[in-house]
């Protein structure tokens, strides 16, 4: 949610989804104002397909053509120009051990310390930079 990277609280439901992802991924986005990525977002469970900008105006005309809103052969055209696209090797996702230890803690102060004792320094950065 974009809202988040200006030091916002998440609306129009993020809450209510952020606290469904893996561990405490959401925790993390939330608090971190992180930015997913199509990759991350599916990982995570927040999109169910990914469909390249390239192939989006062949969707839309394949879209177009249907008549019907059955959920079931929206969702096998969408799948017919979607692909799973690979998390970067950087991904934040790859470190959801990391995350979950950090941001499963009950305060945001012991978020913090949490966040302080890494010996790696990227979340801590991450998180520090949002609330600077």
């Known amino acids: 949610m974009p809202e988040t990277a200006l030091g916002l609280f998440p609306d129009i439901g993020a809450s209510y989804f952020y606290l469904r992802l893996p561990g405490f991924f959401g925790e993390y986005a939330g608090l971190a104002g992180a930015r997913l990525d199509g990759a991350e977002m599916l990982a995570c469970g927040l999109a169910t397909h990914f469909v390249p900008s390239e192939r989006l105006l062949f969707l839309e005309q394949a879209l177009a053509k249907v008549n019907t809103s059955d959920p079931d052969v929206i969702s096998a055209i969408i799948s017919r120009f979607s692909h799973i696209p690979k998390l970067k ?35 801590f950065d991450a998180f520090f930079c949002f609330l600077w």
């Not at 979950?100 to 790696?120: G, H, P, Q, V, Y």
Request: hydrophobic share 35%; charged share 25%; glycine share 6%.
């Open 89 to 123: 090797e950087g991904s934040p996702y790859h470190k959801m051990k990391i995350i979950n230890c950090c941001f499963s803690r009950r305060t945001i102060e012991e978020i913090i310390s949490s966040l302080a004792s890494l010996r790696d320094g990227w979340l």
